[in-house]
C-alpha cells in the first residue's frame, strides 16, 4: 500500500512537471482534448513510487528513464514542439525531481523520506509531519523553476545547454544509485557520509539552476544586443531622414517664393498655361503618405517610418496622441519602445486576412500625472501566449521574442509600467504604457 507521504510526492512531481511543460511553445494544431488526453501521460509515473515492480526491484537508472520516457511523451503530444526541445525539457525536468528526492535519501535522513520518524507518538502525525517537510522542500524548488526558468524561454536548444543537463543528470542519477544500498541497507553509516551525500546533491541541483540561468542570460543579452543595434541603426536614420525633410522644405520654400514671383509676372501676360502648370507645382504637397504631429519629432519621424507598411497594406490608421509631454524620454529608449511596440503591431495587422481587422489604432496623452500610450490592432487569433506573456511566431526565434521584455525593461526605467491585454472576442490586441509625470512635466 502506498504511504501518504509517497502519495504526496507522486501528486508534487505530476502537479510540477504539468506547470513547467505549460510553459513551453506549443503548436497551433495542439486542440485541448489533445492536451487533456496528453496529460493523464503524466500519470504513467505513479508506479515509480512504492505501489509496484519499479519501485521494489528497478534500479535508479530505470526508474529515471521510464521517467524520462513519459515526460517526452507527454510534450510531444501536448505541445507538438521539437524534438530536441522536448528532450531537453524532459531531461531538465526529471532531474530536478530525481535532486529533489535524493537530497532526503541518505542514510540517516532516510527514515524521514520514509515517515517513520517517532516524533510525536502517533505514526500517521509523524508521517504527515515528514510528508510536510520532504515535499516542503520539494515545492519551493519547483515554485522557484516553474517562475524563474519557464519553457517559454528555450528558443533553441544549443550543444552547451544539452552537454550541461546530460553531465548533471548522469551526475545525480548515479549518485541515487549509490545512495539506494545505503539507505535501506542495515549497516551504520556515519554522519560524514550523510552530510556528504546532501552536499553532493545539493551541488547538483545548484548547478543546474545556476548553469541553466546563465545560459538564458546569454541568450537574452545577445538578442537585446541585436535590438540595441537594430534600434541604433533605426534612430540614425531617422535623424537622417529629418535633417533631410528639413533641407528639402527649405528648399521647396525657396522654390515657392520663387514661383510666387514668375506667378506674378506670367499672370500679367494672361498665359493660361504657365498659371495652370505653377499653381498644380504650388498645390502639391509633396506630401507623405501619413503625417503624424505628436508634439515629439522624433518620435512623428519614427511612426511614418514605421506604420508606412501598414498603410501601404490598406490596413487602417489611426493616431490620436500628444506625446509632448515625453520629452524626457532618450531618444535611444523611445525607439526602443515605439520601435518593437509598431513592429509587433504592424506585423500582427499584417498577418490577418480579414480586412475589419486590419487596422492599428494608437491614443494617448497626459492622464492624472501619468504620460499613457495605448496601441490596440487586429490579430489572426493565433497570437501565443497567457498572464501577459506573448511568444513571439518567428522562426528566428534565438534573436526575436525578447520585444515585449525589452520594452518593460527600459519603460522601468523611467518607472514606468506596461499592460497587455487582447480581446479574443474582438481579435484585438492592447498595448498600453504609462509614464509617470513630475508636476513639471505634467504642465508641460
Known amino acids: 500500500m502506498i504511504a501518504l507521504g509517497d502519495f504526496i510526492a507522486f501528486l508534487c512531481d505530476v502537479v510540477f512537471a504539468y506547470l513547467f511543460f505549460q510553459t513551453t511553445e506549443s503548436s497551433d494544431f495542439v486542440d485541448k482534448k489533445r492536451k487533456i488526453v ?57 532531474t530536478v525531481c530525481t535532486v529533489c528526492h535524493s537530497i532526503f535519501l541518505t542514510p540517516l535522513t532516510g527514515a524521514v523520506l520514509r515517515g517513520s520518524v517517532p516524533i510525536t507518538g502517533i505514526p500517521l502525525v509523524n508521517e504527515c509531519i515528514c510528508a510536510c517537510l520532504v515535499n516542503g522542500f520539494s515545492v519551493v524548488v519547483y515554485a522557484y523553476v516553474c517562475r524563474k526558468l519557464p519553457l517559454r524561454q528555450v528558443h533553441q536548444v544549443g550543444r552547451s545547454r544539452g552537454v550541461m543537463v546530460a553531465t548533471i543528470t548522469i551526475m545525480s542519477t548515479y549518485l541515487k544509485a549509490t545512495q539506494l544500498p545505503l539507505t535501506y541497507g542495515e549497516g ?172 492599428i489604432d494608437i491614443r494617448g496623452g497626459t492622464n492624472a500625472n501619468n504620460l499613457v500610450v495605448t496601441i490596440k490592432n487586429g490579430y489572426s487569433g493565433q497570437l501565443h501566449g497567457e498572464n501577459g506573456v506573448f511568444r513571439t511566431t518567428k522562426r528566428d526565434k534565438e534573436l526575436h521574442g525578447f520585444g515585449l521584455d525589452n520594452i518593460k525593461r527600459t519603460v522601468q526605467k523611467y518607472r514606468g509600467a506596461v499592460v497587455t491585454d487582447m480581446d479574443k472576442e474582438k481579435r484585438e490586441f492592447r498595448l498600453t504604457l504609462f509614464f509617470p509625470l513630475d508636476q513639471e512635466q505634467a504642465g508641460e
Not at 503530444?77 to 524534438?83: D, F, L, N, Q, Y
Open 188 to 359: 551504520y553509516t556515519s554522519m560524514e557520509t550523510t552530510v556528504y551525500f546532501i552536499v553532493l546533491q545539493v551541488a547538483l541541483l545548484g548547478c543546474l539552476l545556476l548553469s541553466e540561468h546563465y545560459q538564458r542570460k546569454l541568450q537574452e543579452s545577445a538578442a537585446y544586443r541585436f535590438q540595441a543595434a537594430t534600434a541604433q541603426t533605426l534612430l540614425n536614420s531617422i535623424r537622417h531622414r529629418q535633417k533631410k525633410d528639413l533641407e528639402v522644405r527649405q528648399l521647396r520654400h525657396d522654390l515657392k517664393n520663387h514661383m510666387l514671383t514668375l506667378r506674378t509676372l506670367i499672370q500679367s501676360g494672361e498665359e493660361a498655361g504657365a498659371l495652370e502648370y505653377i499653381d498644380s507645382f504650388l498645390g502639391q504637397g509633396g506630401q507623405k503618405e501619413i503625417q503624424i504631429r505628436t508634439g515629439h519629432s522624433l518620435l512623428d519621424a519614427l511612426m511614418e517610418e514605421k506604420l508606412a507598411g501598414a498603410i501601404k497594406h490598406q490596413a487602417e490608421v489611426h493616431v490620436m496622441l500628444d506625446f509632448s509631454a515625453g520629452l524626457f524620454i532618450e531618444d535611444f529608449d523611445l525607439c526602443v519602445i515605439m520601435g518593437n511596440a509598431l513592429d509587433n503591431a504592424v506585423e500582427s495587422c499584417l498577418g490577418v486576412e480579414r480586412q475589419d481587422l486590419r487596422y
Open 38 to 94: 496528453a496529460s493523464l501521460i503524466l500519470l504513467l509515473t505513479f508506479p515509480l513510487y512504492p505501489v509496484g515492480f519499479l519501485q521494489e526491484y528497478a534500479g535508479a537508472w530505470v526508474r529515471f528513464a521510464w521517467r524520462f520516457v513519459v515526460y517526452v511523451g507527454y510534450v510531444l503530444a501536448a505541445t507538438g514542439c521539437r524534438m530536441s526541445l522536448a528532450l531537453y525539457a524532459s531531461a531538465f525536468c526529471a
